[in-house]
């Protein structure tokens, strides 16, 4: 026994050596993949915050302009689209599903006020909900409300909000 004694002091410096460099190289990985991941969260909130933006633009264009930017929609939600698209990566197969659900029930909307009369082209403009006893307008402005509403949970949610 007398014989290891020499060699135990050194021997115990090398593992606590080998364990303070295993540590650091697990904290420094860990570090580096946070990097990615915060990377990832970042992007994921501004295609959010695009997407998101560029839905708002559009009904707020709808129902400030009146006809003029409802004869402009398929262009309005073609800019949309690109966004969209360009930022799709993103998003999950049921956040894409909700957003392309509540362009197209933009888009049924503003046709149903483009044919309505002018009491409810008027109620419209004024970002009011319109009050006008229809049989088509009243549930489509219900449906793109609740649709408006679902979008931008999971956006937020998707944003890390």
């Given at each position: ?127 009011m909900a319109p009050r006008i006893d229809s ?27």
């Amino acid at each position: 026994m007398n014989s290891l004694q020499p060699y135990i002091g050194p021997l115990l410096a090398l593992i606590g050596t080998i364990a303070v460099v295993g540590f650091g190289f697990y904290q420094w990985r860990n570090q580096q993949q946070n990097l990615n991941r915060s990377a990832v969260s970042e992007a994921r909130r501004k295609a959010c915050e695009a997407i998101w933006g560029k839905l708002e633009e559009v009904n707020l264009r709808l129902r400030s302009s009146g006809e003029a930017d409802i004869a402009k929609l398929p262009l309005l939600l073609r800019e949309v689209n690109s966004v969209f698209l360009s930022n799709s990566l993103y998003l999950d197969d049921a956040q894409q599903a909700c957003v392309n659900e509540y362009a197209a029930a933009i888009h049924s909307f503003a046709e149903l006020i483009g044919a309505s009369d002018e009491d409810a082209k008027d109620e419209w403009s004024a970002t009011m909900a319109p009050r006008i006893d229809s049989d088509e307008l009243i549930p489509a402005y219900e449906r793109m409300s609740a649709l408006r509403a679902t979008v931008k949970g999971q956006l937020l949610h998707a944003a890390g909000g």
